[in-house]
């Protein structure tokens, strides 16, 4: 997506071939991303909506590597992935269509909060069980490959999937098959409230993909432009042939795991303070202005801006109508099973939406 200028630092102290325009594109959808996550938070504590997986301080991990894709490329996100379906373009109404389950919400509330899908964009729908998406993803990647589509597949998952068996199997198979896939390990240090270091005794998460015989690189996840950097190159390697990447982005959720957490039972003050500092959408703000490229007061202006997209975004959703229960029959397999229409015959929606 990246618009490709020939030189090198354009920018005082900063080096990337991002153009301004690019730039100031993944800053925006970084705070789209923050303050929807924040507006998210408080929705669920209002008993506005009834449950959010929070994304704050992941936010370079995920638009960093959702930036150096095509648009044809497919990304199988997790639950936290917010940022990739803002920086591939998903309206902030459509996000809040799925946290209220109504009638605009393309899975009609039948899929759990938070467990966003949006095939327009090939965003794969979020499989909550930890990593049970990786082998799907690495099958896609195949296909891909053995139809010569000439895209790629990025795959994300957190730390606490390196212990489950569908990431071995799914590594093993990219890397025995080349397949044109690379994972984003969004290392947040916790799987809930279980630490990184109770999850392996590995040096580094990076080192199991060399294990499978491919590169594993880990790298700054709060610095955008470095995961930039990384993606864009291993989505380069992927798609000429070379095989599977993994990038572990060492990062920090800085909230709680899901709405129904509270991490200050697992998780000490000074830990939440130290990543405070290390802040992605500060630093990249920071960035841009050292290197003159923005100010208060255009920071003013986008966030009233993006404000004023969420304000109207959640009025407009408030209002949509649920689905009617009868659609819980609808779109769950391609072909309905007898079982199924056995079940909706049976039924006594009609009788209780009457009521
Ligand atoms: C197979 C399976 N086991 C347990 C759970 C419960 N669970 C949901 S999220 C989660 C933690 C996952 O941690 P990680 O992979 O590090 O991702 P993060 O939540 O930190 O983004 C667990 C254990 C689950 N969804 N699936
Ligand atoms: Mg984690």
Known sequence: MGEQLTSQKRFKGLETDLSEADLKKIYRAMLVTRLFDTKSMNLQRQGRIGFYVPCSGQEAAQIGSAFALRPDDWTFPTYRDVGVAVLRGVEISKLFAHLMGNSDDEMLGKQMPSHWGYKEVNFVSVASPIATHLPVATGVAMAMKLEKTGTVVVAYHGDGATSEGEFHAAYNFAGVYKAPIVFICENNGWAISVPVARQTVSETLAAKAEAYGFEGVRIDGNDVLTVYEATKK??????????????????????????????????????????????????????????????????????????????????????????????????????????????????????????
């Open 234 to 355: 291993a989505v380069e390697k992927a798609r000429s042939g070379g095989g599977p990447t993994m990038i572990e982005c060492l990062t920090y959720r800085m909230g709680p795991h899901s709405t129904s957490d509270d991490p200050s039972r697992y998780r000490t003050r000074e830990e939440f303070e130290l990543w405070q500092r290390r802040d992605p959408v500060e630093r990249l703000r920071r960035t841009l202005v050292e290197a003159g490229l923005w100010d208060d007061s255009a920071e003013v202006k986008l966030r009233s801006e993006i404000e004023g997209e969420i304000t109207r975004a959640i009025e407009k959703e408030e209002k949509v109508a649920m689905p009617s229960p009868r659609t819980m029959f609808e779109g769950v397999y391609s072909t309905e099973l007898k079982s199924l229409s056995e079940q909706r015959e049976n039924s006594v929606l009609d009788k209780v939406s009457k009521e």
